[in-house]
């Protein structure tokens, strides 16, 4: 569970498009961001979208220079009801300082609706950053 994880079915899955996937990883260091950007890579035949949420004690750059270049758009997610979690605003500061255009939403619920609204054709959802989000992740989406 959680490490490129395909969320086929479920209440998070359901709020894409047919045509676009989801996945989760818990990865949140440099280490996992250049295992992802490898698969991305391979995988790579329908945009990628990430949705991030991180702990403070983590290095969002180092993680996020690794796989901006992989990323059609990025979201940023505080992680629920972890106090050390960077906020979403937080952690769009980090992107904007890479360049990345970044939207910073209020759940993960509402960037994959985001997501859904604005993105018409085939994609892949990758939401990653932690193990605590991947853990509220499978929770919510059953």
Known sequence: PARLQHLKTGALANRLRPQQELWLDGGHNEAAAVTIAAWLDVVAKKPAHLVIGMLNSKDPTAFLEKIKHHVMSLHTVAIPGEEASFGADELA??????????IPSDSVSQALDDIARTEDGPGR??????????????????
Do not use: C, Q
Not at 131 to 138: F, S
């Open 93 to 102: 500061v980090f992107a904007k300082g890479l360049g990345i255009s970044v």
């Open 125 to 142: 959802v990758l939401i990653a950053g932690s193990l605590y989000l991947a853990g509220k992740v499978l929770a919510e989406n059953g």
